[in-house]
């Protein structure tokens, strides 16, 4: 069976309505909660590493500043004042734990310093970091040991490079390139990464079961109010068939018995007048006009007597239905139920109705040669189509789809009209296939 998107349209629509204006803006809250926590489990992993990083080269920078102050940085030289002395502050200052490579650089790419003695007097073009520390400011970031300048360290795994520069009055005359593994860094991110997302992943939780809790007190409401239409609907279904069961009586009793007695009158006056006689063609006409009066009424009785939907179940009121248009029209009506009799009487007859309401619309404006009756089961509903294949008529809201559509809501179904592309009116209802069996 096809399914409408418009369909589901509608139910979100009723839902989303039936939460109220503070329902809904808790329900908005609660997904910008979701989203604001998803994007800090991300953010603040990441923004932890990035102090770890920025915090030690504060530390490293406070070392660089205390070797340039004891004065084993000069500017006048290309080499560090007394470099073999030099060589062991570096070893006991820097060196050691994560750090396993410095280097002090000339401002042209010259290697002056480095405990790699293999490196001193190499020059190199300085990376992305290095470059951007010339202008003054410290450098950090993940190392690409790819780079010619880290021969020695591309098998020691991830590194961490620091660009800290030298600087007087005149500008940056050196680089402190100061090499660390990654390891403790990337450890204590992780702790941190898995502290933030089990704190996260209870909050939700939390969340999760109290909104659950909510849902479900909720839907119990709507049920219990859905109920409780269905049984208003369906006192009024009985107080309408009493009300029409008495109609019938009254019309049958106390307009059809005079209306025989008033034609077996004409008839016997005319009987006794010979049938020149003006006033015999006068009786007859009466008689006719008597006779119309009685079919029409007739009719109207049977249209009231129609109540298939409460006597024998939905599926058997459809087939009734479909072979009535089928005798009393050209249209040639298939019917496929796919279901088993379990609705309310409020619930038949609220469909039975969309029956009738659709066939109806089908034979006075579709101009359609074939009608296709579907009743099955979907899902937690039950979904009747009323399909043909006419020239397609979906604007057509008058007050019998109105009071269709709003019978079907009244007890938790619906109802729309489409129109396919490949032509014809597609009438759609539904209803709860659990609904309550009414009163």
Known sequence: ?????????????????????????????????????LALGFSIPRSAKRHLLHGQSEILATVVEDLKAEGFVARDGEAPVTTGEFDSQVRV??????????????????????????????????????????????KFGFSDVSEP?????????????????????????????????????????GRISLNTWISIGVGLGLLTVFMASLTLANAHVLTRRRRQ?????????????????????ALHDDVGQPLYRLLYGLQGSRSRLDTADPVAAELARLENLVRG?????????????????????????L?????????????????????????????????????????????????AARLWLRLQGQGSQIVLEIEDD??????????GLTTTKERLELIGGGLDLDQPQRGGTILRAWVPRNGSPGP
């Open 1 to 37: 069976m096809t399914v409408s998107p418009r369909r589901y349209l509608h139910a979100l629509r009723t839902e989303w309505s039936e939460l109220g204006r503070w329902g809904r803006l808790a329900l908005a809250g609660v997904a910008l909660s979701v989203i604001i926590t």
């Open 93 to 138: 200052r820097l060196l050691g734990g994560d750090t396993i490579r410095v280097k002090l650089w000339s401002p042209d790419g010259v290697v002056v310093y480095s405990d790699e003695s293999a490196l001193i007097g190499e020059g190199f073009s300085f990376n992305r970091l290095g470059a951007a520390a010339l202008d003054g400011d410290i």
């Open 149 to 189: 300048a880290h021969l020695f360290e591309r098998d020691l795994g991830e590194l961490i490079e620091y660009f800290i520069p030298v600087i007087d009055e005149q500008g940056v005359y050196g680089l402190f390139e100061v090499e660390q593994q990654a390891v403790t860094v990337n450890a204590t991110a």
């Open 229 to 249: 239409a269905e049984n208003l609907l369906g006192a009024l279904v009985e107080a309408q068939e009493g009300e029409r069961r008495r109609i019938v009586g």
């Open 293 to 317: 009066v009685d079919t029409t009424l007739r009719n109207e009785l049977k249209g009231l007597q129609f109540s298939l939907a409460e006597d024998l179940g939905l599926a058997a009121a």
């Open 319 to 367: 087939e009734s239905l479909a072979e009535t248009t089928r005798s009393e029209t050209e249209l040639d009506v298939e019917v496929d139920i796919d279901y088993a009799d379990q609705l309310g009487p409020a619930s038949r007859t609220a469909m039975f109705r969309a029956a009738q309401e659709g066939i109806t619309n089908a034979r006075k404006h579709s101009g």
């Open 390 to 399: 006419g020239k397609g008529v979906v604007e057509d809201r008058g007050l």
